[in-house]
């Protein structure tokens, strides 16, 4: 009985060391990969603001091309929203939406995953001598969401990779595709 007392007390206190452990990793993660496109800002963000562009350069259309999307909204607007379904488990079903735009600069976006808010998207446009520098960047805020917290620990070596693998394919899409 004393073994079980011991076991148990062991199993509270290791408890209370995650939860008070996830009060001290940052509330707020952010994701940032950066590309530069043989392209005008202009052109960039014409194309970016558009959300009915979104699959044709999505690491996630790649995994499910089955995906269905609707899209809601003036075209390259503020408010203009892209919904998608998917039986892919990684894909899932969310919507994202145009929350403000900076014409040639900026575009942020909310995003929602099974109608939870998710964070935020943005693209952030810096013109160069030889293009765009373009930054796709990711950010959520778990507050005091402890188990938020500890995953926000993986979402880089989570997203990264396909925010790489979209930079890619969107500077394909934009440099091989004219008036794309």
Same mark, same amino acid.
């Given at each position: 009985?004393?073994?079980?007392?011991?076991?148990?007390?062991?199993?509270?206190?290791?408890?209370?060391?995650?939860?008070?452990?996830?009060?001290?990793?940052?509330?707020?993660?952010?994701?940032?990969?950066?590309?530069?496109?043989?392209?005008?800002?202009?052109?960039?963000?014409?194309?970016? @603001?558009?959300?009915?562009?979104?699959?044709?350069?999505?690491?996630?259309?790649?995994?499910?091309?089955?995906?269905?999307?609707?899209?809601?909204?003036?075209?390259?607007?503020?408010?203009?929203?892209?919904?998608?379904?998917?039986?892919?488990?990684?894909? *899932?079903?969310? @919507?994202?939406?145009?929350?403000?735009?900076?014409?040639?600069?900026?575009?942020?976006?909310?995003? +929602?995953?099974?109608?939870?808010?998710?964070?935020?998207? +943005? +693209?952030?446009?810096?013109?160069?001598?030889?293009?765009?520098?373009?930054?796709?960047? +990711?950010?959520?805020?778990? *507050?005091?969401?402890?188990? *938020?917290?500890?995953?926000?620990?993986?979402?880089?070596?989570?997203?990264?990779?396909?925010?790489?693998?979209?930079?890619?394919?969107?500077?394909?899409?934009?440099?091989?595709?004219?008036?794309?």
């Amino acid at each position: 009985m004393t073994a079980f007392k011991f076991l148990g007390g062991g199993f509270v206190l290791l408890l209370i060391g995650v939860l008070v452990g996830g009060f001290f990793l940052p509330p707020v993660v952010e994701v940032r990969r950066v590309t530069t496109l043989n392209a005008q800002p202009e052109s960039v963000y014409r194309f970016l @603001s558009d959300l009915r562009n979104f699959p044709r350069w999505s690491p996630w259309h790649v995994m499910d091309p089955a995906t269905e999307y609707s899209f809601n909204g003036s075209e390259s607007q503020v408010g203009m929203r892209m919904d998608w379904v998917s039986e892919h488990p990684k894909v *899932g079903e969310g @919507s994202q939406e145009i929350r403000a735009l900076l014409p040639d600069q900026r575009i942020d976006l909310d995003l +929602y995953f099974n109608g939870h808010p998710g964070g935020s998207a +943005y +693209y952030f446009l810096r013109p160069r001598p030889d293009g765009t520098e373009l930054t796709w960047g +990711y950010r959520q805020d778990f *507050g005091f969401n402890v188990y *938020g917290r500890y995953i926000g620990l993986l979402i880089d070596d989570m997203l990264g990779p396909l925010y790489e693998d979209g930079l890619q394919r969107l500077k394909s899409q934009i440099e091989n595709t004219p008036n794309s």
